[in-house]
Every structure is written in C-alpha cells, then in structure tokens.
Nanobody, 113 residues
Framework: QVQLVESGGGLVQPGGSLRLSCVASGFTFSRYYIHWYRQAPGKERELVASVNGDGSITNYSDSVKGRFTISRDNAKNSVYLQMNSLMSEDTAVYYC??????WGRGTQVTVSS
C-alpha cells in the first residue's frame, strides 16, 4: 500500500534552516507529483510546494517562494523540502502528499526564539 513517511522537523530559531524528507513506498514513485502541505494550529491545511515526477517542474505558494526549495531523488523514492529564512509563521505540521489522497503522518516544525 501507499506509504509516505516524513522526517526532519524540529525546533529552530527565526532565520534558521531545516530540511524535511519524505520517503515513499508502495507505488511507482517517479510517475507522480508529490506535494508538501502544512497546517498551523487553528488554520486550514495549506499547499506549500509541489514537484513533478522527474523533478523538472516545481511550484510554490507565495508565502514560501524564494525561501523554500522542493526537490526529489527518484533513486531513493524521496522528496525533500529545504526551508531557509524560517519565520514564526512557518510553524506548522508539515505533510507529504500524493494526489490529494495519500498523506503521511506529518512532522512538526516550530520556529521560535
């Protein structure tokens, strides 16, 4: 079955960086767009970034454009989210997603001094 497992979250100071990873299994990874979403307390889940199957097309929300970079390594069935210049507003649980249907359990990112 389809599985998505996120890792790499944690506590970081404003202006810092984190790199999230998502390892996928149970499907032909290179055929699918993969997305990163986030959900902050009391807010709706928000699409942050997307990457197509071969990594040649990426899209970002306006709130993270220029600070976050999504990438993938199909040999490792993995997608990454490099997050730089983190702000308190980036505090959320970050989820890996395929097709709007399959979700990981999420990884907590907290930006605080």
């Amino acid at each position: 079955q389809v599985q998505l497992v996120e890792s790499g979250g944690g506590l970081v100071q404003p202006g810092g960086s984190l790199r999230l990873s998502c390892v996928a299994s149970g499907f032909t990874f290179s055929r699918y767009y993969i997305h990163w979403y986030r959900q902050a307390p009391g807010k709706e889940r928000e699409l942050v970034a997307s990457v197509n199957g071969d990594g040649s097309i990426t899209n970002y929300s306006d709130s993270v454009k220029g600070r976050f970079t999504i990438s993938r390594d199909n040999a490792k069935n993995s997608v990454y989210l490099q997050m730089n210049s983190l702000m308190s507003e980036d505090t959320a649980v970050y989820y890996c997603n395929r097709g709007g249907v399959y979700w990981g359990r999420g990884t907590q990112v907290t930006v605080s001094s």
